[in-house]
């Protein structure tokens, strides 16, 4: 396989790590495997805003350690550095991107689209780290400062209006 493959392997619905890595999935879709893993993160985010800030914190955390450990083990599985298929980056940049975000179906948009185009365009440093920080922890470190500066417009946004 090669790097950024997306063909997703029989093992994501036998593997229940890779199912995870996969965003329980989503990330076996051929086009866009991104987008779909991100789309999947949508729905936990009013879950998440219902937790106290620190609850939602802590999933935070927790997703991104755990994530660490999922993205690297499956890739290594799948002798692929950064599978296109594995999502679970996607989630926890999502979910980072909503962290402040107020309720509402134009924020879970807005933050969807402003979290898909950092991700997907990795101004600097996102570039840099994705090229230069291998295993579970690259994996998941650009989608993280992806998250970190759709937050910050998300909050821009959100004083000016």
């Given amino acids: 396989m090669i790097e950024?493959?997306?063909?997703?392997?029989?093992?994501?619905?036998r593997n229940p790590v890779h199912f995870l890595a996969f965003g329980f999935g989503s990330g076996a879709v051929r086009r866009a495997p991104g987008t779909w893993g991100t789309l999947a993160a949508v729905?936990?985010?009013?879950l998440w805003q219902h937790l106290p800030f620190t609850g939602y914190l802590l999933v935070l955390v927790v997703s991104a350690l755990v994530g660490i450990w999922l993205?690297?083990?499956?890739?290594?599985?799948?002798?692929?550095?950064?599978?296109?298929?594995?999502?679970?980056d996607e989630f926890v940049g999502y979910w980072l991107t909503m962290?402040?975000?107020?309720?509402?179906?134009?924020?879970?948009?807005?933050?969807?689209?402003?979290?898909?185009?950092?991700?997907?365009?990795?101004?600097?440093?996102?570039?840099?780290v994705d090229?230069?920080?291998?295993?579970?922890?690259?994996?998941?470190l650009d989608d993280?400062?992806?998250?970190?500066?759709?937050?910050?417009?998300?909050?821009?946004?959100?004083?000016l209006i």
């Fill in 71 to 88: 993205c690297g083990r499956t890739a290594r599985d799948l002798g692929v550095h950064d599978h296109g298929g594995i999502v679970w």
């Fill in 99 to 128: 962290l402040l975000a107020p309720p509402g179906w134009l924020w879970l948009l807005g933050g969807f689209v402003l979290f898909r185009f950092f991700d997907i365009l990795k101004p600097w440093p996102i570039g840099w």
């Fill in 43 to 46: 729905p936990f985010v009013p």
């Fill in 4 to 13: 950024g493959s997306t063909h997703a392997p029989a093992s994501v619905w």
């Fill in 131 to 140: 090229r230069k920080v291998h295993g579970g922890l690259g994996i998941m």
């Fill in 144 to 159: 993280i400062l992806a998250g970190l500066m759709a937050l910050a417009v998300l909050l821009v946004v959100e004083q």
